[in-house]
């Protein structure tokens, strides 16, 4: 009888995961399947021709400008992630520590940027630090300038105060997680034992939060690699990240190469999270090898 039931319920379970599969499959594994087809073959505007190449990846790779701008993309997706952290850990560590009603309560303000628009966000950022916005209204009110300060807005430092206020509550609801989950217990019974506070976060309470931290980079950083609304909007060409490169590689019509930098990303992005996650010892925290 197990036997037979175990037969019957494994059709069930195919036909369960069979529509999340065929998304999968249509709006993800097809389209790069595509752009990996059209990033080694040769096409001018929408003439393709059937041969394999590596032009469009050397046409990246020996252009310095496209590396710089890689390059100058990854820096400022570090950065954000770690604004994102160095806020948001001690203030996730403070709502462990509040009591439940008023922490449902400081969550429930933690997700509230999410039910407004991401382009609405932006934008407001743009009323807030633009010519006439709210800062220099503020400022010049005070009397501190006499005319706008015209630097607050167009350049890498709002890309990045624009995207540390996107993504943060993406990295406070993360670790709040991971510390919920953490053992007051360890943490008391290594100021028993005589650990100044500072040893105590440096070797119990962040080795042990550790994948909430990683999982936390890779919310922030990973889609920091491909923004592209946020540059446009508050960076302006001072502002430029990687995929504005991109973009304009399709506007123009050079797919093969638009395509490949898409891969180049890719690659970085992988290479990345692989190294940190060797790094971070993810298994041996997780208890999967020893």
């Given at each position: 009888m197990k036997i037979r039931s175990t037969w019957t319920l494994a059709p069930t379970w195919t036909l369960a995961l069979f529509p999340l599969a065929t998304l999968d499959l249509v709006f993800f594994v097809l389209p790069m399947l595509i752009m990996a087809v059209a990033?080694?073959?040769v096409i001018q505007e929408f003439h393709v021709v059937f041969e394999f190449t590596a032009a469009n990846y050397l046409f990246f790779f020996k252009n310095p400008l496209y590396?710089?701008?890689?390059?100058?993309?990854?820096?400022l997706a570090t950065v954000v992630t770690a604004c994102c952290l160095v806020i948001s850990y001690p203030f996730a560590f403070f709502l462990t520590k509040l009591p439940k009603r008023v922490?449902?309560?400081?969550?429930?303000?933690?997700?509230?940027?999410?039910?407004?628009?991401?382009?609405?966000?932006?934008?407001?950022?743009?009323?807030?630090?633009?010519?006439h916005g709210l800062v220099n209204r503020v400022l010049m009110g005070v009397g501190a300038i006499d005319?706008?300060?015209?630097?607050?807005?167009?350049?890498?430092?709002?890309?990045?105060?624009?995207?540390?206020?996107?993504?943060?509550?993406?990295?406070?609801?993360?670790?709040?997680?991971?510390?919920e989950r953490l053992n007051p217990s360890l943490l008391t019974a290594a100021m028993d034992l005589g650990a100044p506070p500072w040893r105590v976060f440096v070797h119990v309470m962040l080795p042990l939060t550790l994948p909430g931290i990683f999982t936390s980079?890779?919310?922030?950083?990973?889609?920091?690699?491909?923004?592209?609304?946020?540059?446009?909007?508050?960076?302006?060409?001072?502002?430029?990240?990687i995929v504005n490169v991109v973009v304009?590689?399709?506007?123009?019509?050079?797919f093969g190469i638009g395509a490949a930098m898409v891969?180049?990303?890719?690659?970085?992005?992988?290479?990345?999270?692989?190294?940190?996650?060797?790094?971070?010892?993810?298994?041996?925290?997780?208890?999967?090898?020893q």
């Open positions: 990033s080694v073959l590396a710089t701008i890689l390059a100058k993309t990854a820096l922490r449902n309560i400081m969550l429930v303000l933690v997700i509230l940027p999410f039910w407004t628009s991401y382009l609405l966000r932006v934008y407001a950022w743009v009323t807030i630090l633009g010519e005319e706008p300060l015209r630097i607050l807005l167009y350049n890498n430092y709002a890309v990045v105060l624009v995207s540390v206020y996107l993504y943060i509550p993406y990295c406070a609801l993360v670790l709040y997680t991971s510390l980079f890779i919310f922030v950083f990973v889609p920091m690699l491909g923004e592209y609304v946020t540059p446009t909007l508050v960076g302006g060409a001072r502002g430029m990240l304009s590689q399709f506007q123009a019509l050079r891969f180049v990303i890719a690659g970085l992005t992988l290479g990345i999270i692989l190294v940190l996650r060797r790094l971070a010892k993810l298994e041996e925290i997780f208890g999967g090898r």
